[in-house]
């Protein structure tokens, strides 16, 4: 059965060196009333609002950060600049000023487009908490390429652990993730919301977003139905989870015209999703995001 070891983020605040990196004042752009602003920004606000709703009953899922209409849009532009902090060509190049907000406000983008963002290296170290797209292709069987949403406080090293796991690997043998990793030819790393490091705090909910945009849940964990596997409470949670907020998403689509990802977009050009575990309820960040 299929399971993902996920390498989370574990971050004591006081561990951040803020005065090198202090909160900047965040001008709200998004106008929640204006019909005419972009599919992305309506979207990315639109889920916020909507995941806390879903969230509203739970005693436990609670923050300070989401509790009023002003901190949840806060929240969805601190998402927005950080899709829009990335560029479609590396900083050298003159006049780059095309972000990742451009590609996705047209209605035919693709994973190919996606590809043509500059690449994640090794050697990459950033002052930014990036949240990112793995994309594998070049499979044996010719199959499309599949896509893991994921995010790293150490972009370059967490590049380096992606593409050194190996068939003999008892930690990663039975992740969907890694499975798909073992049998592509290719796989490369993008930039898809990159936040300040005093922005912690939103980072499992940023990552929430962009799993739900691209709609990498993977299909083993939404028809999970082995009660007799050893893992079986867990995972039937898992699957709870992700047909629950799929759910939020589909409808928050239906609402902006989104065109969805792997699941609802037959023309993004991959149709698997990687992510099994939801990041806001992750084990290891939920108590980081939702208690008081």
């Known amino acids: 059965m299929h399971s993902v070891f996920e390498i989370g983020i574990f971050v004591r605040r006081e561990a951040l060196d803020h005065d090198l990196h202090p909160p900047q004042a965040i001008h709200i752009e998004i106008n929640v009333n204006n019909d005419d602003a972009d599919v992305v ?4 606000f639109q889920l916020v609002e909507e995941i806390c709703e879903y969230f509203k009953d739970d005693q436990n899922a609670y923050s300070s950060i989401f509790d ?3 901190k949840r849009l806060l929240v969805a532009q601190k998402i927005y600049n950080g899709m829009k902090r990335v560029k479609v060509l590396p900083d050298y190049v003159d006049d780059n000023t095309e972000t990742l907000i451009e590609i996705l406000t047209n209605p035919d983008f693709c994973i190919s487009d996606i590809c043509k963002l500059r690449r994640v290296e090794i050697t990459d170290v950033l002052n930014l908490i990036v949240n990112y797209l793995m994309v594998y292709s070049d499979f044996p069987d010719a199959r499309d390429p599949e896509i893991y949403d994921g995010k790293s406080l150490q972009i370059g090293y967490r590049l380096e652990t992606h593409q050194s796991i190996t068939a003999s690997d008892i930690r990663f043998q039975q992740s969907v993730h890694y499975q798909s990793a073992r049998e592509a030819g290719e796989c490369h790393m993008y930039h898809v919301c990159d936040l300040e490091y005093h922005d912690v705090d939103i980072v499992p909910f940023a990552e929430q977003i962009t799993v739900l945009l691209f709609e990498t ?17 867990e995972f039937t949670a898992d699957r709870e989870f992700a047909k629950g907020l799929l759910g939020v998403a589909q409808h928050v689509f239906a609402n902006t015209g989104w065109p969805g990802g792997c699941i609802s977009n037959a023309s993004l050009g991959a149709s698997v999703g990687l992510n099994w575990k939801m990041p806001v309820v992750q084990h290891d960040v939920k108590r980081l995001l939702w208690n008081k």
């Not at 920004?41 to 990315?44: A, E, K, N």
């Not at 083993?220 to 596997?229: I, P």
């Open 41 to 44: 920004t309506q979207t990315i």
């Open 217 to 233: 849940i993977n299909n083993s964990v939404l028809d999970f139905h082995n009660y007799n596997h050893p893992q079986a409470g």
């Open 68 to 70: 009023t209409p002003e």
